[in-house]
C-alpha cells in the first residue's frame, strides 16, 4: 500500500507488558476464585461495578499512562494495552471507570485546564470518578456535527447549557459528561466550527439523566437533558470552539482498544471449552479460524499502542480496526452457531446457550457504538486518499 | 547484508521487476527463465541464506523482503519455496545447499518412502520410493528437498531432479505443480523429528502468506489506482460512496493480512515456535483472499474479467496459495487444536502467547 496513512510500525515487545500481564491474570483468577465476579460478554458496556474500578485503581491498573502527579503511573500504552485485553477477556465488570479512563482521562490530560486535572484525574486513577461520552443527541447521530444542544455565557460568564444527549452509557452511575456543545451559531460553510467541549458535573440543577433500555431491557443508555442548566465558565474544556478537532482526538482513543475486538471473547472461551470436548474437526477448524482473526486484530491494535506511545494520533487505522473488529465481534456469533448445536437462551441450563444470548442481544451495538462501520469506512476511504 | 538494506533489496529487486513483465504461463512456457537468471545474477536468489553456504548473506526478513516484491509482481520464479523454505530446511537438516542459482524447491505431499543406505544418525544417503505429488514448479526445479517417510522417521531428503520426469499440472494461475515418480533414487537426506516435519510445513505454509500478504496488498493498491482513474456518471469510481466502502473493506483485511504475518516472521526470527504463529497467519491471509479477490474484481469491472487486464495474474495467484501448503481449513484445524493443548480453560494464554 506504500504511502497511505493505514499502516503502522509493529509494535514493539515490551516486556513489562508481560510482567503486568501476569499480575493481571492472578488478581482475576483470585477475584473469580472467590466469587467477587462471573464472566459475562460485553461488559465494558453492561458490567458496571465500582468496588471492582476501585480495586483496580488500588493496583495501579487505572490512569496507566497519566504523569504521576495526577495520579498516573507513568507506564506505557503497551503496559495499558496488556491489562485491558486481560480484563476483558476474563469479562470482567469494568464498565464504571471504563470511558473515564480510556477517554475521558487522556482528554483531560490534553485540554483540561490545571485545575481540572489536579481536581478530577487522581479520582478516576483511583477507579471513584465515572465519565459519559456527551457527543450523539436525538436528531443528531453520525452527523455529529449536526449537534444542537447549545451553551451560551450569562452575564456571571458561566455556561447556559440547553440540549439533550443520547445513549449516554451509564450516566446514572456517573460523574461527569465531557458535553460537546455549540457555543456558536451553525455556519453553513463551516460545520464543524462553533462548537466546544464543556466538562459537566451530571449533579447539577438542570440536568435530568432518563433510562433508555436496550433491546433487552438492559439499562446502560440514557438521555441526558440539559434545561438552562448552568455550567460554571471555567468549566470549558480545552478552546473554546475547538470541540470538533478535540473530538476528533478522542476518538483515536475511543476507537482503538481490545474492547472493540474483544466484547464477544466470553463467548469464545466456552465455545472452545466445547470444542475441546467434542473434538470436533469442524468446531477446531472453527476456533482456528476466529483465533486467526482475532490474532490480526491484536497485533494491529498493539500497533495502535506503540504509535500512541510514540505520541502519534493514529485516527485512520484507528478506524480501520474498529470496522474490522467488531465486525468480527458479531461474527463470532455466526461462526459458533454453524457447527454447535446450542439453543442461545439466558436461561439455558449450558453455559453456551447463555452466552450465545448475551452476546446475540448486544450484538446490534457492536458496530454501532462510537461511529457506525459505515462512517469508519468512509474514514478509511480518505485514508486510501478517496475522499 | 544487514536488515537495514531491507529497502535497498525491495527496490532492486522491482526494478528488475521492471523488465519482466508478468505473462499467462502455459505448459510451454511454465516459468520465467529470465527473470531468475536476472535475479541469480543480482545475488537475490541466496538472500537469506548463510554466504558460508554459498548464500548471499542476509536476514530473514531480507528473503521475506524479495519473496514479499516478487509475489506482489505476480513473478514466475520459485524464490519463495527456496529462500524461504526449502533453502533452511536443506541447511538446518544439515545437507549440503545446492546453488543458489538453480532453482531450489519443496515436495511435502504425495506418499514417498525413504529405506536407509547406511546406519548413520547424522546426514546420510537414502534410497526414495514412490511419488511426490503437488509439487511447486515441479519440471522447473533443479533440486527438490522432499519430505519422505522412514521405518524410522521423518526424512529430508535433497534430489537432483534434473531430466526427470514429471507429470504437468498446474494450479489456477498456471504455476507447475505436477508430480514426480521416484523410483529407487539414491539421495542425500537426515532424519527429522516429527515437530522438525511439522515445522517444514508450517514454514512452506508461512511462505505462502507472506506471498499472500505482498499480493493483497498489491491488489489492493491497483484497485483503488483503478477506482481514481474509471470515470463513470461523469466522475472517478472511487467518488462514490458504495465503492469506498468495498475499497474500505478490501483495506481492512489486507491491513490485518499485513499486521499478522509481519508478526508471524518476526516470531521466526525471536526463534519462537512456529507452528501457530504460521498456521494463524496462513488462515487470516487465505480468509482474506475470499474478500480482496471478489471485490477487486467487483470494482475492476469486466475489464479485470479479461486475460489482456493485468488483475487476474494476482487473484489467480490468491486463489491458488491459499490452497497450497495445507488449506485454511487443514490449518485451522491445526490451530484450534493447538491453543487448546494446555486445556480446555487455557485458550486466552496461549492465543497471547501464539504470535
Not at chain 2, 508478468?22 to 529470465?34: K, M, N, S, Y
Not at chain 2, 512452506?204 to 481514481?228: E, I, K, M, P
Request: charged content about 20%; hydrophobic content about 45%; proline content about 5%.
Amino acid at each position: 500500500m506504500g504511502s497511505n496513512s493505514l499502516t503502522l510500525a509493529p509494535a514493539p515487545r515490551s516486556a513489562a507488558a508481560e510482567e503486568v500481564r501476569v499480575e493481571v491474570r492472578e488478581f482475576l483468577a483470585a477475584e473469580l476464585a472467590a466469587g467477587s465476579f462471573t464472566t459475562h460478554v460485553d461488559t465494558w458496556l453492561s458490567g458496571v461495578d465500582p468496588a471492582f474500578s476501585r480495586k483496580l485503581g488500588e493496583r495501579g491498573w487505572l490512569g496507566m499512562t497519566w504523569p504521576k502527579q495526577y495520579g498516573g503511573h507513568e507506564r506505557t500504552a503497551m503496559e495499558r494495552y496488556a491489562v485491558t485485553e486481560e480484563l476483558l477477556a476474563a469479562g470482567a465488570p469494568v464498565a464504571a471507570h471504563w470511558i473515564a479512563d480510556r477517554q475521558s482521562g487522556p482528554n483531560l490530560l490534553r485540554y483540561g485546564t490545571e485545575a481540572q486535572r489536579a481536581e478530577i484525574l487522581p479520582r478516576i486513577a483511583a477507579g471513584e470518578c465515572y465519565f459519559v461520552i456527551g457527543m450523539s443527541e436525538p436528531d443528531s447521530g453520525s452527523d455529529l456535527a449536526s449537534i444542537r444542544t447549545r451553551a451560551t455565557r450569562n452575564g456571571d460568564g458561566d455556561w447556559v447549557v440547553n440540549g439533550a444527549k443520547v445513549w449516554t452509557s451509564n450516566a446514572h452511575h456517573s460523574h461527569y459528561a465531557i458535553t460537546l456543545v455549540r457555543t456558536a451559531p451553525a455556519d453553513p460553510a463551516n460545520r464543524h466550527a462553533g462548537l466546544s467541549q464543556l466538562l459537566v458535573d451530571l449533579s447539577l440543577p438542570g440536568i435530568t439523566v432518563n433510562p433508555i433500555r436496550i433491546l433487552d431491557g438492559g439499562h446502560h443508555f440514557n438521555e441526558v437533558v440539559f434545561d438552562d442548566a448552568v455550567v460554571p465558565g471555567d468549566m470549558l474544556l480545552g478552546e473554546e470552539g475547538a470541540g470538533w478537532h478535540q473530538v476528533t482526538a478522542e476518538l483515536a482513543f475511543e476507537r482503538s482498544g481490545p474492547e472493540r475486538f474483544l466484547s464477544t471473547y466470553p463467548l469464545i472461551a466456552e465455545f472452545a471449552r466445547r470444542a475441546a470436548e467434542d473434538q470436533d474437526p469442524a468446531q477446531l477448524a472453527t476456533l482456528g479460524r476466529l483465533s486467526a482473526r482475532l490474532l490480526a486484530l491484536r497485533q494491529l491494535s498493539l500497533r495502535i499502542a506503540g504509535a500512541l506511545d510514540r505520541g502519534e494520533l493514529p485516527d485512520i487505522p484507528a478506524a480501520l480496526v474498529k470496522d474490522v473488529g467488531t465486525t468480527f465481534e458479531a461474527d463470532v456469533i455466526d461462526e459458533v452457531r454453524r457447527v454447535v448445536d446450542v439453543p442461545a437462551s439466558l436461561d439455558s441450563p449450558d453455559p453456551l446457550g447463555r452466552a450465545l444470548a448475551e452476546a446475540q442481544l448486544h450484538a446490534p451495538g457492536y458496530t454501532l457504538r462510537g461511529g457506525t462501520n459505515e462512517i469508519l469506512r468512509g474514514i478509511v476511504a480518505r485514508g486510501l486518499g478517496l475522499r | 547484508m544487514t536488515s537495514s538494506d531491507v529497502d535497498l533489496v525491495v527496490e532492486t529487486v522491482r526494478d528488475i521487476l521492471t523488465k519482466f513483465e508478468p505473462f499467462v504461463l502455459t505448459a510451454e512456457r511454465p516459468w520465467d527463465a529470465g527473470l531468475w537468471s536476472a535475479l541469480a545474477e543480482a545475488g537475490l536468489t541466496g538472500v537469506g541464506l548463510p554466504e558460508e553456504a554459498g548464500g548471499s548473506g542476509g536476514e530473514l526478513a531480507d528473503a521475506v523482503a524479495v519473496v514479499g516484491a516478487l509475489a506482489a509482481g505476480a513473478a514466475a520464479v520459485p524464490v519463495a519455496e527456496q529462500l524461504l523454505v526449502a533453502g533452511p530446511a536443506v541447511l538446518a537438516a544439515g545437507l549440503d545447499l545446492p546453488s543458489p542459482d538453480e532453482p531450489l524447491s519443496i515436495a511435502v505431499d504425495g506418499a514417498v518412502t525413504a529405506e536407509p543406505r547406511d546406519d548413520g544418525d547424522g546426514p546420510g544417503s537414502w534410497t526414495l520410493t514412490g511419488t511426490a505429488t503437488d509439487v511447486a514448479w515441479a519440471g522447473v526445479a533443479r533440486h527438490l528437498a522432499v519430505l519422505a517417510t522412514s521405518p524410522v522417521g521423518p526424512v529430508l531428503a535433497l534430489v537432483d531432479v534434473t531430466g526427470r520426469e514429471t507429470t504437468h499440472a498446474a494450479n489456477l494461475a498456471g504455476e507447475p505443480r505436477g508430480s514426480l515418480v521416484l523410483q529407487e533414487v539414491t539421495a542425500a537426506g537426515a532424519l527429522l523429528t516429527d515437530a522438525q516435519a511439522q515445522q517444514l510445513r508450517a514454514r512452506y505454509a508461512l511462505a505462502r502468506a507472506v506471498q499472500l500478504s505482498a499480493a493483497l496488498q498489491q491488489v489492493l493498491a491497483w484497485t483503488v489506482q483503478y477506482a481514481g482513474e474509471r470515470q463513470q456518471f461523469g466522475r472517478p469510481l472511487g467518488r462514490f460512496q458504495a465503492i469506498q466502502m468495498e475499497l474500505a473493506e478490501m483495506a481492512g483485511e489486507v491491513t490485518a493480512v499485513a499486521a499478522l504475518v509481519d508478526a508471524a516472521v518476526q516470531a521466526v526470527e525471536r526463534g519462537e515456535s512456529l507452528v501457530l504463529a504460521a498456521a494463524a497467519a496462513k488462515v487470516r491471509a487465505g480468509a482474506a483472499v475470499e474478500v480482496v479477490a471478489r471485490l477487486a474484481h467487483q470494482v475492476h469491472g469486466a475489464i479485470g474479467f479479461t486475460q489482456e487486464h493485468r488483475l487476474h495474474h494476482l487473484t489467480r495467484r490468491c486463489w491458488s496459495w491459499r490452497d497450497e501448503a495445507g488449506t485454511e481449513t487443514a490449518w485451522a484445524r491445526v490451530l484450534g487444536a493447538g491453543l487448546l493443548a494446555d486445556g480446555p480453560d487455557a485458550l486466552w494464554p496461549a492465543l497471547t502467547r501464539a504470535v
